[in-house]
């Protein structure tokens, strides 16, 4: 086969020797392009999506927040809500009785169906597509709900051991103060020791006043108060001061408790949508025109080469 045959004219004059044979073609693929991409062997399904940004989730890693929003709306758990919410072994037609890999074909078809991606915007992008608009909807609905039960039952859970831990610490706390507080009772009550630092001053005071003015009564009881202090003072000052660390430490762990609390019982959404889904009155697929176009062209190009190469070959036989 010469070189010419393949230029632009030798082409022309081809397709146009072969109008014929390539319109019958072309014919016989755009009827059956039409008709196998009808409603009759492709059901037709409708989309639905829903925008939505992150709000109020705590960090668990150095994943991004719309990273972590991801990684929930996908989890299995989720999935598992929508398969049974929806009954989606009944809606795709899945035979759970006679076929024992059930649960692997409503995975696939979900997962055909549900595409949930971060977009270059860093919100969520969720999309359904279904033969029923209101089943999509709704579905993209859910798994937005669904997402806001999870997280919330996730930060419930950690805030509950927080909750936990700074309960026991608390009550270990009051054991504490309330030990040392019955120790400076103690020093109250037999030592008469109130404020070491006040009573120091005044008991030196009044010592030194007894001994100028000659009164004994006043110099012994300052005396007697002294040698309390001197005894045991120290030990009152420092178990007074550490007394008030030990409570500054409590109500710094009640704040933990109390907010802990309110994490555990607070009922707030984890989704911005911004986009809400509704059912669509257009169908999404199949795309029929571009499945027509495509076949066609194929067909014509497919059957324009078979003809060139059987040309080819009579030629070259000759």
């Known amino acids: 086969m010469n070189n010419s045959f393949f230029n632009s004219a030798e082409l022309i004059r081809s397709i146009i020797r072969w109008k014929k044979h390539l319109i019958i073609v072309g014919l016989i693929s755009l009827g059956a392009s039409i008709l196998f991409s009808s409603p009759w062997f492709i059901k037709p399904k409708y989309k639905s999506f829903a925008l939505a940004y992150p709000s109020n989730l705590i960090a668990y890693s150095t994943e991004s927040a719309t990273e ?20 989606l072994y009944k809606h795709y037609d899945i035979d759970t009785v006679n076929n024992k890999h059930f649960r692997t074909d409503v995975i696939k078809m979900y997962e055909e169906n549900v595409t949930i991606k971060k977009t270059e915007y860093e919100s969520m992008e969720i999309t359904v597509l279904d033969e029923d608009p209101v089943v999509a909807s709704n579905m993209v609905d ?3 709900h669904f997402f806001d039960v999870k997280a919330r039952s996730l930060q419930a859970e950690k805030s509950a051991e927080v909750m936990v831990i700074a309960k026991n610490q608390l009550d270990q706390k009051l054991v504490q103060m309330d030990s040392m507080e019955e120790r400076l009772r103690t020093y109250r009550t037999q030592y008469g020791i109130l404020d070491y630092k006040e ?3 005044e008991a030196t005071r009044g010592y030194l006043r007894g001994l100028s003015s000659g009164n004994q009564r006043a110099t012994a009881e300052a005396k007697v108060m002294l040698d309390a202090l001197r005894e045991k003072g120290g ?14 430490n409590y109500n710094d762990l ?15 959404t984890y989704a911005n949508v911004v986009s809400r889904p509704s059912p669509s009155d257009k169908k999404a697929y199949p795309i029929r025109w571009l499945i027509v176009l495509i076949s066609v062209g194929s067909s014509l190009f497919l059957a324009f080469m078979i003809l060139l190469i059987f040309n080819s070959k009579k030629e070259f036989s000759r």
Do not use: C, P
Request: proline fraction near 0%; charged fraction near 30%; glycine fraction near 2%.
């Open 68 to 87: 972590q929003m991801l990684q929930l709306a996908q989890s299995s758990d989720i999935r598992e809500r929508i398969i049974h919410d929806f009954d």
């Open 142 to 144: 859910s798994i937005i």
């Open 199 to 201: 009573q120091s001053k």
């Open 235 to 248: 030990e009152f000052n420092s178990l007074n001061e550490h007394l008030w660390r030990v409570r500054g």
């Open 254 to 268: 009640k704040l933990v408790y109390e907010n802990a609390v309110r994490d555990v019982t607070k009922k707030l």
